[in-house]
């Protein structure tokens, strides 16, 4: 309302002023200067946009502090929010929002929000609560930013989606199938999968075998994938605030557990940690056929191995539908500038932009409306061998369901995949490692 | 006359020098209660940042340790069962273990390093003396972060250099320096030693180059050879900087954190190179367990006030050795 008067008197004043000096340009509604503080990591801010966010608002300036993940999800949010002084926006990664979703105190609901009409020449309506939005995204990735009292605290940027990344020529050479809707036949369920990887272990020479040559990089990647296909994880959602933890009897975990291990004992995985210097290399040389690839790791398989180019292609997940990482923007309850950082995370979380993010630099839309866009839909690229990559994350994507997230979900995650660790590593035998794994985690949980 | 007038004089002269030296003497003239307080303003900014940053966080961990803590939520007060779980917790043995097992691997081949460098740099033929000191200090002033990135490539099990070289030796081992606990402490430990050789050498070429020409003379009249030289003159006027050198690096040693951390964040898949300050560092912010963090500060504490006490007296024995 304020701002609308101020803008309309503003402007008769600049029109009269414009028609008094005889001018036809119109100088800009002189609106209060502020500036929005973010932190962020990675690439989840995207300059492109926020230079296109500052043409739109002149008087917006955007102040974006970058740090790792876990300093930043982790000690610099609960330093913020003890201290009550921190920023505007914050990016929290799904990893830490079983966490953060247990201090619902810490946020802004942004159900109380409204959308101001700043941004209505930019296609978003005025007037518009976390609640209006919620159709537009995803479902169980909206899930990830409600806190447990259902207040709703953060709003999706992107969705990892998890499908696996294949070496088309590698494939051709172990006389497997090198079509993607038949490489994804090859494999219905995990076992397949498994069973897939020992044939192409067969065909492997025995130089290839000594050179430490695989089929997927790491077979510790699965039990992610296998978690995120069921519906609930390390809690179960019993009416409390906090849930009940079920790790060690919930049959998912076990499942996840045994196949993993399973393909582990196969031999099917090089034992490379993901993000080390040797799976940079490895994925240069070939050394492992298949990733399970979230959509945004496309672009780090892109940085690191530009000769691969055209070498690889994305065939569908085991089972189907999975995921890996993602972030959503949350507005601290500390902010001082609530309502212009409302105003820019409307702004860059609608779904024109997040599809904007997604053609440039791969982040998958979370805004579900675009899965049917024809522009994401007849999304191609050519690094993959031309696959049809906006289609085949929204499909996987779109058969996941929502999972009740705890306070301690990453604790026992990495609890777990210790565990997995050390079976790899031929340290200890699966069922040592998981009576292991169970007594870290009574340490984590009771201590 | 003469004399008198000496007499006069020397009583004089001391007279006016004193009544000077007192006037100089007064900051603050009349508020005599203030002088001799003058040099408390001087040492002010620093403990006031020591009372903020320092010591208040001390008392207020030692405080937390008693309460199962959450920063964000109720915290409750638990007594003395932090401490009593982390004394029957196997990980935190398992942190002292690895602490100083990658404590003795850095410390000592870097002092034979730093020691057999400074040797070298002492050489008063070496050309170029001043830009060998000056690269010495760079590893000291390159990042911690950067070092372990560079060294994580080198260490890496399939295609790092030094299992490169190990395989044209025909040595076909692939050693994972990180799931294996001796190669992973000699990981670390290696980069430790990188940061830190060219620091010590610095310190041991400084004592070095205090030690009187005199005693290398009459040592060579003598005829003692160069090694005999080292190891009769030089080592032992070399005593007092070995201990400092060793008392500092076991501090370092107790601190390591960012080498194990950026190798693998949780200490390895069975912990085999969590270290005292990372286990204490997962407890609070991974695991959110400020209080059993808190208790983990105090038994370091207690571990660094024991050494220092053993280096204490081991450092007083050295320097009446000295004297004797």
């Given at each position: 309302m304020?701002?609308?008067?101020?803008?309309?008197?503003?402007?008769?004043?600049?029109?009269?002023l414009?028609?008094?000096?005889?001018?036809?340009?119109?100088?800009a509604?002189a609106?209060?200067p502020v500036?929005i503080?973010?932190?962020t990591?990675?690439?989840?801010i995207?300059r492109?946009?926020?230079a296109?966010?500052?043409?739109?608002?002149?008087?917006v300036?955007?102040?974006?502090?970058k740090?790792d993940?876990?300093?930043?999800n982790?000690?610099?949010?609960?330093?913020a929010?003890t201290?009550?002084?921190?920023?505007d926006?914050?990016?929290?990664?799904v990893s830490?929002?079983?966490?953060?979703?247990s201090?619902?105190?810490?946020f802004?609901d942004?159900?109380?929000?409204?959308?101001?009409d700043a941004?209505?020449?930019a296609?978003?309506e005025a007037?518009?609560s976390?609640?209006d939005i919620k159709k537009?995204?995803?479902?169980?990735?909206?899930?990830h930013?409600?806190?447990?009292?259902?207040?709703v605290i953060?709003?999706?940027?992107?969705v990892?989606g998890?499908?696996?990344a294949?070496?088309v020529d590698l494939?051709?050479?172990?006389g497997?199938p090198?079509?993607?809707?038949?490489v994804?036949k090859?494999?219905p369920?995990?076992?397949?999968?498994?069973a897939?990887g020992?044939?192409?272990?067969a065909?492997?020479s025995?130089?290839d075998?000594?050179?430490?040559?695989?089929?997927?990089?790491?077979a510790g990647?699965?039990?992610a994938a296998?978690?995120?296909?069921?519906?609930?994880?390390?809690y179960?959602?019993?009416?409390?605030?906090?849930?009940?933890?079920?790790y060690?009897?919930?049959?998912?975990v076990k499942?996840?557990?045994?196949t993993?291990?399973?393909a582990?004992?196969a031999?099917?995985?090089?034992?490379?940690?993901?993000?080390?210097?040797?799976w940079n290399?490895?994925?240069n040389k070939?050394?492992?056929a298949t990733i399970l690839a979230?959509?945004w790791?496309?672009?780090?398989i892109?940085?690191?191995?530009?000769d691969?180019?055209?070498?690889?292609?994305?065939?569908?997940l085991p089972?189907g539908?999975?995921?890996q990482?993602?972030?959503?923007?949350?507005?601290?309850?500390?902010a001082?500038?609530?309502q212009a950082?409302?105003?820019?995370l409307?702004?860059?979380?609608?779904?024109?932009?997040?599809?904007?993010?997604f053609?440039?630099?791969?982040?998958?839309?979370?805004?579900?409306v675009?899965?049917?866009?024809?522009a994401?839909?007849?999304?191609?690229?050519?690094?993959?061998n031309?696959a049809?990559?906006?289609?085949i994350y929204?499909?996987?994507?779109s058969?996941?369901?929502?999972?009740?997230?705890?306070?301690?979900?990453?604790a026992i995650?990495?609890a777990?995949?210790?565990g997995l660790?050390?079976v790899?590593a031929?340290?200890?035998?699966?069922?040592k490692s998981?009576?292991?794994?169970?007594?870290?985690?009574k340490?984590?949980?009771n201590? | 006359?003469?004399?008198?007038?000496?007499?006069k004089?020397?009583t004089?002269?001391?007279l006016?020098?004193?009544?000077k030296?007192?006037?100089?003497?007064e900051?603050?003239?009349?508020?005599?209660s203030?002088?001799g307080?003058w040099g408390?303003?001087?040492?002010?900014?620093f403990?006031?940042m020591?009372?903020i940053?320092g010591?208040?966080?001390?008392?207020?961990s030692?405080?937390?340790?008693?309460?199962?803590?959450?920063?964000?939520?109720?915290s409750e007060?638990s007594g003395?069962?932090?401490f009593?779980?982390?004394l029957?917790?196997?990980?935190?043995?398992?942190?002292?273990?690895n602490?100083?097992?990658?404590?003795?691997l850095?410390?000592f081949p870097?002092?034979l390093?730093?020691?057999?460098?400074a040797?070298?740099?002492?050489?008063?033929?070496?050309k170029?003396?001043?830009f060998?000191?000056?690269?010495?200090l760079?590893p000291?002033?390159t990042?911690?972060?950067?070092i372990t990135?560079?060294?994580?490539?080198?260490?890496?099990r399939?295609f790092?250099?030094?299992?490169?070289i190990?395989?044209?030796f025909g040595?076909?081992?692939?050693?994972d320096?990180?799931?294996?606990?001796i190669?992973?402490h000699?990981?670390?430990a290696?980069?430790?030693?990188?940061?830190w050789?060219?620091?010590?050498?610095l310190?041991?070429?400084?004592s070095m180059l205090a030690?009187?020409d005199?005693l290398?003379?009459s040592?060579?009249v003598d005829?003692?050879?160069?090694?005999?030289?080292?190891?009769?003159?030089?080592?032992?006027q070399?005593?007092?900087?070995?201990?400092?050198?060793?008392?500092?690096?076991t501090?370092?040693?107790?601190?390591?954190?960012a080498e194990?951390?950026?190798?693998?964040?949780d200490g390895?898949?069975?912990?085999q190179f969590?270290?005292l300050?990372?286990?204490?560092?997962?407890?609070?912010?991974v695991?959110n367990?400020?209080?059993?963090a808190?208790?983990?500060?105090?038994?370091?504490?207690?571990i660094?006030?024991?050494i220092?006490?053993?280096?204490?007296?081991?450092?007083?024995k050295i320097s009446?050795?000295g004297?004797?």
């Open positions: 304020r701002t609308t008067w101020k803008t309309k008197s503003a402007a008769a004043l600049a029109a009269t414009a028609i008094t000096a005889g001018v036809l340009t119109m100088p509604p609106a209060e500036t503080t973010i932190w990591f990675g690439d989840v995207q492109n946009l926020v296109e966010y500052k043409a739109l608002h002149p008087e300036s955007l102040s974006i502090k740090s993940l876990d300093p930043l982790g000690t610099n949010m609960v330093t929010c201290s009550k002084v921190g920023p926006i914050v990016a929290v990664e830490y929002s079983g966490y953060w979703r201090y619902p105190k810490c802004q942004l159900r109380q929000m409204k959308t101001s941004n209505v020449a296609g978003v007037g518009l976390a609640t537009n995204y995803l479902g169980w990735r909206w899930e930013g409600v806190a447990y009292d259902d207040s953060g709003i999706p940027t992107d990892g998890l499908e696996v294949y070496r494939f051709k050479k172990a497997l090198t079509d993607r809707v038949a994804g090859l494999w369920t995990w076992d397949a999968f498994i897939t020992q044939k192409y272990l065909k492997l025995p130089a075998k000594k050179a430490g040559k695989g089929f997927i990089d790491n990647t699965i039990y296998i978690m995120n296909q069921g519906t609930e994880k390390y179960k959602n019993d009416g409390t605030d906090t849930g009940k933890l079920i060690d009897t919930n049959p998912q499942k996840a557990w045994d993993t291990i399973k582990t004992d031999g099917i995985g090089t034992r490379i940690g993901q993000y080390t210097s040797d290399i490895g994925m070939g050394t492992f979230p959509a790791m496309m672009d780090y892109k940085a690191q191995a530009p691969t180019s055209g070498k690889w292609d994305i065939a569908k089972v539908g999975g995921n990482g993602g972030t959503q923007l949350t507005i601290p309850s500390y001082k500038n609530k950082a409302y105003d820019f409307t702004w860059y979380l609608a779904p024109e932009q997040e599809l904007k993010v053609k440039t630099y791969g982040l998958f839309p979370a805004a579900s675009t899965y049917s866009d024809p994401l839909l007849n999304f191609k690229d050519p690094f993959f031309n049809p990559v906006g289609q929204a499909s996987g994507v058969q996941l369901k929502p999972i009740f997230e705890g306070k301690l979900q990453r995650d990495q777990i995949g210790a660790g050390r790899a031929k340290k200890m035998d699966a069922k998981w009576a292991q794994v169970l007594t870290d985690l340490k984590v949980v201590n | 006359m003469t004399q008198l007038q000496d007499v004089g020397g004089r002269a001391p006016t020098p004193w009544k030296k007192k006037k100089k003497e900051v603050f003239p009349g508020v005599r203030l002088n307080r408390h303003l001087f040492v002010a900014p403990m006031i020591f009372l940053f010591l208040a966080p001390v008392i207020y030692v405080y937390i340790s008693f309460f199962r803590w959450d920063p964000l939520g109720g007060f003395l069962r932090n009593s779980l982390l029957a917790d196997s990980d935190f043995w398992l942190a002292i273990r602490t100083f097992s990658i404590w003795a850095s410390t870097q002092m390093m730093a020691i057999g460098l040797v070298i740099l002492r050489n008063t033929r070496l170029g003396k001043s060998w000191r000056t690269i010495l760079v000291n002033i990042s911690v972060i950067a990135i560079v060294f994580g490539q080198l260490f890496g399939d790092g250099i030094i299992n490169g190990l395989d044209f040595l076909n081992r692939h050693i320096f990180i799931e294996g606990v190669p992973s000699i990981a670390i290696t980069m430790i030693t990188w940061r050789v060219g620091y010590n050498t310190i041991f070429l400084a030690i009187p005199e290398f003379e040592a060579s005829g003692a050879t160069k090694w005999q030289q080292f190891r009769f003159v030089t080592l032992p070399l005593k007092n900087t070995i201990t400092f050198v060793l008392i500092v690096g501090i370092g040693g107790l601190q390591v954190f194990p951390q950026q190798l693998a964040a390895g898949s069975s912990k969590l270290t300050t990372l286990f204490l560092y997962n407890q609070a912010f695991n367990k400020y209080g059993y808190a208790a983990i500060g105090i038994m370091i504490t207690f660094v006030l024991i220092s006490t053993i280096n204490f007296f081991i450092t007083r009446n050795d004297t004797r």
